[in-house]
């Protein structure tokens, strides 16, 4: 079997969503090839058979009049160029339209003045346009770059008709000089809203450490955060970054999360802790073990998880693209047929050629192309600054249908943390005593109570632990036993010495405090919620009951979760499942949308649709939340650049638009498109 590999170009000449699609057909072409190719940030994403090469596929890219190179770490920014020709374009098309408009300033010989102010436009300035139209014709292909080409040749070739051949003055150089300048200005604002959409990958991308003091040898050296290797011990300052992932082995201190998560409040961290890279360290110095370096920290698995919902494909961009790749050929026969009906029932040349080039403009498919890939962009950066990750773009379909949401009890709906929450006195200082010399959950628990109460316990001797009986040792001349007792929304401990119990503690894994608001914003949301857990019915329903959920499933294996999820989908229900271990990794992945708790374990992560970066469950409701207003936008978007064509093409072929007018509007959908999805950015 042929292993696949997978790679990221970068392409460039694509001027339309029809260009992207035409990219992504010849791809799609080559044997075991397959690809999917995003105009909003002209990036193509490649997985291809080993015996291909990268060349092989850059081949095909430019045999088909585009170019196409892995990126580069920071593209180059395009917008300058796009500034200058439409400054040029625009201080020389002003003052031909107004030449024009006005007949009272038509002096002698003013056309050839016209044509003296429209040609550095119509050739330098549109030269972007008639140079994508030239390779799309040798492909024998056409675009909107062949639609804007033609509007603008046509409008001059007819003007010079005029002006040599004719005496009258249909003349449309201030059409030809007018169009150009209004799609370059509607380029110029689109490149520049999708470089600001793509921000937020690019501030992901640097908010890592640029360099790190690791310790060799006993002395600190200062290195290249690329030069740290897994292993090697660093130093963490107040006020620094955290270079890389890895675990504090001496220190303590508080970490701010909030360049990562959002949230704002430190978490307090010491030896044996795990620490995330580009966090800040806010209090005390720490000496850390890298763990993850380089391509497998979790600030690159951000970037990577962000990257690839920005450059995959909605199941309603799928659609776009369908009508984007026919649409160009399809207007082009529009304006002919429009041209010929104009003369066949008798009307003038000059306006049966007025209402084709309309036509030809007004029908470029630009909105089309940059409804969903700019939302997307949008979208899912201002995720990832609030510490959602989406996985792809048909998550984004996927939150709209769900109406049932099934939560993970440990570590999802509590804190997965056992806690004491009753009991004190001699009897809580004796049992953690005992305590200390185990490992067992309850009894870690215990112990840090006492610990947090009074201080350093006395020693134990003749240490024994029973599985599933309880522990016993001798404490300052004490036989203690702790041994479990029966319990129902807690875990009791019974503590007895000298063969007397003396009294009891409870211990529990409590609720974390954000989740019973959280189950109420889910609510609000359409969603029912329901625990699953694999804890006793009792335990379960004291937590539900706490976290406001009326729906129980107690008692469940790690292997049963999957089949509860398949048995409410079976009953007809949308499901949402969200989870943090390895055993809700299946759940996860069988739900009709997953997400993960970015605090639980890789497992979960890897199998989810979205992942909460922080454990706190109110994300999932603002996840989802962004999920569907991003939807929202896109449709809206969508719904925009399909009634505007088929609003305007009428108009245009019936002569009730003029070409400048239609040029004017094409670019004015376009800013409609791209700032409606820059919205997204100020979700909260």
């Known amino acids: 079997m042929t292993t696949a590999e997978r790679v990221e170009l970068a392409i460039g000449g694509m001027t339309c969503a029809s260009c992207a699609a035409r990219i992504e057909r010849k791809l799609n072409k080559v044997g075991g090839v397959t690809a999917t190719v995003n105009y909003a940030t002209e990036k193509a994403q490649v997985t291809y058979p080993r015996e ?22 920071e593209e180059p920014d395009e917008t300058t160029t796009l500034r200058n020709r439409l400054l040029v374009s625009a201080m020389l098309t002003v003052p031909l339209v107004i030449l024009a408009m006005v007949p009272a300033w038509h002096f002698d010989h003013w056309p050839w003045l016209a044509l003296a102010l429209a040609a550095p436009v119509v050739t330098w300035g549109a030269w972007p346009f008639h140079r994508a139209a030239a390779v799309n014709l040798r492909h024998l292909t056409a675009t909107m770059d062949t639609l804007i080409s033609l509007g603008v040749v046509a409008s001059v070739a007819w003007s010079l008709y005029a002006l040599v051949c004719t005496t009258n003055d249909d003349l449309y150089f201030e059409v030809a000089a007018a169009i150009t300048t209004f799609i370059l200005a509607g380029r110029f604002f689109e490149a520049r809203a999708k470089r600001r959409a793509g921000a937020a990958l690019r501030a992901l991308m640097d908010l890592g450490a640029k360099d790190v003091t690791v310790l060799r040898e006993g002395e600190e ?21 955290i270079a ?56 690159a698995q951000m970037a990577r998880l962000v990257e690839a919902a920005q450059n995959g494909k909605a199941e309603v961009q799928r659609l776009a693209d369908r009508v984007s790749a026919v649409f160009v050929p399809v207007v082009v ?9 104009w003369l066949a029932s008798g009307g003038s040349a000059a306006a049966a050629f007025a209402a084709a080039v309309a036509v030809l403009i007004i029908a470029c498919p630009c909105a089309l192309g940059l409804a969903t890939p700019t939302a997307l962009l949008v979208g899912s950066g201002r995720g990832a600054q609030l510490g959602i990750l989406i996985k792809g773009p ?31 006195g001699e009897v809580l200082r004796l049992a953690g005593a005992v305590e200390a010399a185990s490992e067992h959950p309850i009894g870690r628990a215990i112990t840090e109570a006492a610990r947090e109460r009074f201080g350093a316990l006395p020693a134990v001797t003749d240490f024994r632990s029973t599985p599933g009986v309880g522990v016993t040792g001798e404490v300052e001349g004490r036989a203690v036993r702790v041994g479990r007792a029966a319990g129902t929304d ?35 949301l359409g969603l029912k919620p329901v625990l699953l857990t694999g804890d006793s019915a009792g335990v379960a329903r004291a937590v539900a009951a706490e976290a406001g959920i009326d729906e129980v499933v107690a008692e469940v294996l790690p292997e049963g979760k999957v089949d509860v999820v398949k048995r409410l989908q079976a009953e007809g229900r949308v499901v949402a499942m969200v989870g943090d271990g390895v055993n809700d990794a299946a759940a996860l ?40 207003r991003t939807l929202v936008t896109i449709k809206g978007n969508l719904f925009w650049a399909f009634a505007y064509n088929v609003a305007a093409l009428p108009l245009a072929a019936l002569g009730l638009l003029n070409p400048m007018i239609a040029a004017a509007a094409m670019a004015c959908s376009s800013a409609f498109v791209v700032s409606n999805s820059l919205r997204l950015r100020r979700f909260r």
């Open 490 to 524: 807690v875990t009791t401990v019974a503590v007895s010495w000298d063969g007397e119990v003396r009294g009891t503690l409870a211990v529990a894994d409590p609720i974390k405090p954000t989740s019973a608001q959280a189950v109420a914003e889910l609510r609000e």
């Open 244 to 299: 890389t992932d890895g675990v504090v082995v001496d220190g303590g201190s508080a970490v701010d999360l909030s360049m990562l998560t959002g949230e704002s409040v430190p978490v307090e961290v010491g030896p044996g802790d795990a620490v995330t890279g580009a966090t800040v360290n806010a209090g005390g110095r720490l000496l850390v073990r890298a763990t993850r370096v380089g391509a497998d920290t979790r600030l």
């Open 589 to 628: 992945a069988q739900a009709d949308l997953g997400l993960a708790m970015g605090t639980g374990t890789d497992a979960a992560i890897e199998a989810s649709d979205l992942t909460l970066v922080r454990g706190d469950l109110r994300v999932a409701a603002d996840a989802i939340r962004l999920a569907r």
């Open 52 to 73: 291909l090469t990268i060349a092989d596929l850059t081949a095909v890219v430019e045999a088909a009049g585009y170019t196409a190179k892995l990126p580069e770490p």
């Open 221 to 241: 050296h200062l290195v290249p955060v690329a030069a740290v290797k897994a292993g090697d011990v660093f130093v963490v300052r107040p006020g620094e970054k």
């Open 333 to 341: 026969f529009a304006a002919l047929v429009t041209l010929a009906g």
């Open 394 to 424: 048909e998550v984004l379909e996927s939150t709209r249908r769900v109406d049932t949401v099934v939560l993970d009890k440990t570590g999802t709906v509590t804190t997965g943390r056992m806690t004491l929450v009753e009991g004190d």
